[in-house]
């Protein structure tokens, strides 16, 4: 028998309602940049830790990919013991306060959540940033002990979620990490992609900073592939192991007449500028942005529920969400639709763009669109829209934003032979992780193609402890 | 952090600048270029690699002031830092061989020509360079271009130096003039590139061009720098910087690059007030 802490019975427990984060006002809100949920306090988050049922056999994290003891954490949060927690969360998954506000949990832990069969499942991602925030509040955090040296090298290409995960995995066990960013800024699509109102640069920062406290060293400003390459790497530099991690940058155009209107932006263009450079403290900042009166965003996922709620934030009166398919079949969070929702996003369902019109200066003016009906179910499973039998309307805007994919940036895999990829240029990774190249692992997007920061640091993780495997053996 | 170890003003606002960045120096071919920052609230731009030495670690820019960022550039001085450099990026130059080339360079854009040049002619092609600028004090590289050509033409607008006129009149009687010409480098302004493919479509010779789009990232992340090339989407930053100017659509480039004109305006007088204000104080 597992102890339990909680002398509350299960009928008890499950009569706690789920406690809800404290947010912003989606009238302030939709003006600023600052963060939109605060989390909950410590009174909500100790009757959150009192609902869980503290099951025997813990499904919850099974469902976390990182395999994070959830059970054990929120007992440490009910005992008030907050450090305890999140050094608990720490043991599996090195980034809490990241993961705490960017995590789909309702696709993951919350959704396997056993109290979550007939009420609604422990808020488990709440309790999470819960922990990390009390931790950085207090200024509490101390790194973990690095029990032994290790002589190896590796060298960590990219600095998101799955590099970030991978060098800290691999720093505890004791290796030298380098890790290599082709930006002037860590994080990679925590910091080019997710905006500041998700996801506070402060808090980034500080996880970045927490890295480095393992003794990793951090090189940005270097493209791998052009300022070294993968071999030179091996051959020159000393590395025994390299790990890529560079994520699905390069953004996808539909190949509609008007792209190159001025106004029109991919998703990654219009959130990088924001994001990365600053463009809307314009101009105190030197990078510009135009957002004009009304914007529409294509596309249906968080990049496009980003993007849309940042126009917003940008002064635009009208910010258009426009999906070919319907509400159902958006992979967005739930939790994004509802805030975007709140903000004011006006959602054009079954709608799809077939020309961004411009007038006699370049500048875009509006977006030709045609409406959509479902059809049978394509290869995703989801039904296929199909266009419906009525006319062609244009919407006016002044921006056309694309969020209609990524794809991974192609500079390592031309330029480090035998490292096979599939489709869309992916790096052909198998389930350790391990590529057609012997000391070489990718993980993240660039081995799965558009996913999610979890699953990124699940392969860095997975990759660490195999990399670990490797040398091990090779060097051993 | 990059310090600038050298700083040379070789034509009013056009400098030079040798700067200590010593993973890129060994690594920088003919035609790539690098993104900087000058500082925190800066923008990324491109800027041309125009030459590099491995064993001191450093490279070498040139760089016109034309605008804020570049502007503000100008006022650094040797020992001072730039906050990011990152490359070599796109392309490196195919280097022919055997050839008959006219490489032509139209103002500061003849910076980012020598290196090709250069590059062209240790390969042992033919070269006939043209250096345009509007007036002579604004010729640069005069003594290194001709080095590293067979004939060197300089043209002025107003006709302070040299042959009064455009780097096209010199070209259209190279081509005339029945020499082989087989192949043609231009570097410049966009309406230089756009007149240089212009004139040589008719004769069916090859023509390159250097494409200095909007950019933000410069891995081909954004999207920002893309050009129409033979009816096609491309990204100057990764598919280039180099193209076929008979395929590039010049004219929507020319529109692209004023998207932000407006807001650069901002961006310029507001530097040049508090610019001024800093050298009025720093005088008293």
Known sequence: MMNTVNPMKPSQRMKLPRQSSIEQPADERRKNFTEVSFGVDEERALIEAARCLECQNPVCQEGCPVGIDIRSFVQLVYQKDYIGAVNKIRESNYLPAICGRVCPQEEQCEQVCILGKKHDPVAIGKLERFVADYELKHNLFSPPVIKEHREEKIAIVGSGPAGLTCAAELAKLGYQVTIFEALHAVGGVLRYGIPEFRLPRTILDLEAERIKALGVKIETNFLVGRTATIDEFFTEWGFHAIFLGTGAGTPQFMGIPGESLIGVYSANEFLTRVNLMKAYKFPEYDTPIKVGRSVAVIGGGNTAMDAVRTSKRLGAEHAYLIYRRSRKEMPARLEEVHHAEEEGIEFMMLTNPTRVVGDQNGIVCGIECQKMELGEPDESGRRKPVPSSEPTFVVEVQNVIEAVGQSPNPIIQSTTPGLKTGKKGIVVADDVQRTSREGIFAGGDLSRGGATVILAMRDGKVAAAEIHQFLQKKYH | MYQIVKKEILAPTITKYVIRAPYIAPKRKAGNF??????????????????????????????????????????????????????????????????????????????????????????????????????????????????????????????????????????????????????VYAIGPLPMMKAVSNLTKPYHVRTMVSLNAVMVDGTGMCGGCRVTVNGKMKFACV??????????????????????????????????????????????
């Not at chain 2, 690059?257 to 530097?271: G, L, T």
């Open chain 2, 239 to 284: 598919d280039g910087p180099e193209f076929e100017g008979h395929e590039v659509d010049f004219d929507e480039m020319l529109v692209r690059n004023r998207s932000y004109a407006a807001m650069e305006k901002i961006s310029d007088d507001r530097f040049a007030e508090t610019s001024h204000v800093c050298r009025r104080e720093g005088m008293a």
């Open chain 2, 34 to 183: 690098v993104i900087i920052r000058s500082d925190e609230t800066g923008e990324r731009i491109p800027l041309t690699l125009v030459d590099s030495n491995p064993a001191e670690g450093t490279i070498t820019l040139i760089v016109q002031a034309l605008g804020k960022t570049t502007k503000a550039l100008a006022l650094k001085n040797e020992g001072d830092f730039i906050l990011d450099v990152m490359g070599p990026l796109g392309n490196p130059t195919p280097i022919e061989t055997g050839k008959i080339i006219a490489c032509v360079g139209g103002g500061v854009g003849t910076a980012e020509l020598y290196p090709i040049t250069k590059a062209l002619k240790d390969a042992g092609n033919t070269i006939y360079t043209i250096v345009g600028a509007r007036s002579k004090e604004l010729v640069i590289l005069e003594p290194e271009m001709a080095e590293v050509s067979d004939t060197l033409y300089i043209t002025t607008d107003d006709g302070s130096y040299k042959r009064k006129g455009f780097v096209t009149d010199q070209l259209k009687e190279l081509l005339d003039a029945n020499l082989g010409i087989n192949m």
